[in-house]
């Protein structure tokens, strides 16, 4: 089956610093990508939806300019949370979708821990 | 209003007996589709089972089983001869407006937790 992979799986910074997660699909083309956070003990809110070669679709309350994505090739897509907080921390996993009709999951990534201190 | 509703925040069920997780939905879609996932401890959502609005056929897969009510806007899993390793977060999801397979977000439910005792 289709594989997404995401790195890094944990990550630790600094309240003020800026970290970059990565989603790759590995063995499939993905013309989407959706970003999720997940607070513990909670639900998967989206956080906007990244088209390959266009600018992200986010979602009402996300702000664009603290979560930069970007999605330059049809395997990669990054997430980057600027000047970080701790009220960031969370769980963030992405998902694809391939770019073949006959595919109607969303295949996810392992997810990545972010601890802000 | 909740477009996705799991009622049951946690369930404990005996090892090999079924267990039913419930989910509604509200969508004024005539389009869309429902997907259960599993999330491990370890967080990785694995892709369980999938019913589309038009599918006349409850969807199964191995052990899992989809009870689709379309007129109660229900989507019940059901798991046959639950294992130990059944024992995670499980979460309803629904898309919505389908026209471009798997191009559509997801609206997740606040999931079920199940544990499944030996």
């Known amino acids: ?117 | 209003a909740q477009k996705i509703t799991q009622t049951q925040p946690g369930m404990f069920v005996q090892e090999k007996e079924a267990v039913t997780l419930d989910c509604t939905y509200d969508t004024s879609d005539q389009s869309y589709g429902l997907f259960w996932y599993k999330q491990p401890s370890s967080g990785e959502m694995i892709f369980l089972i999938y019913q589309g609005s038009y599918d006349e056929q409850n969807a199964t897969e191995g052990r899992y089983s989809l009870n689709f009510q379309k007129a109660r806007k229900s989507a019940n899993l059901v798991i046959s001869a639950s294992q130990l390793g059944d024992s995670a977060m499980y979460f309803c999801a629904m898309r919505e407006g389908v026209t471009n397979f798997g191009n559509e977000k997801l609206t997740f439910g606040t999931g079920t937790r199940l544990t499944i005792i030996p």
Not at chain 1, 79 to 89: G, M, Q, R
């Open chain 1, 1 to 117: 089956g289709a594989v997404v992979s995401q790195h890094p799986s944990r990550v630790i910074c600094k309240s003020g610093t800026s970290v970059k997660i990565e989603c790759r699909s590995l063995d499939f083309q993905a013309t989407t990508m959706f970003w999720y956070r997940q607070f513990p003990k909670q639900s998967l809110m989206l956080m906007a939806t990244s088209n390959e070669g266009s600018k992200a679709t986010y979602e009402q309350g996300v702000e664009k300019d603290k979560f930069l994505i970007n999605h330059a090739s049809l395997t990669l897509s990054t997430l980057t949370v600027t000047s970080a907080h701790p009220e960031d921390s969370s769980f963030y996993i992405c998902s694809a979708t391939g770019t073949s009709g006959g595919s109607y999951e969303q295949y996810f990534g392992p997810g990545t821990r972010l601890t802000v201190t």
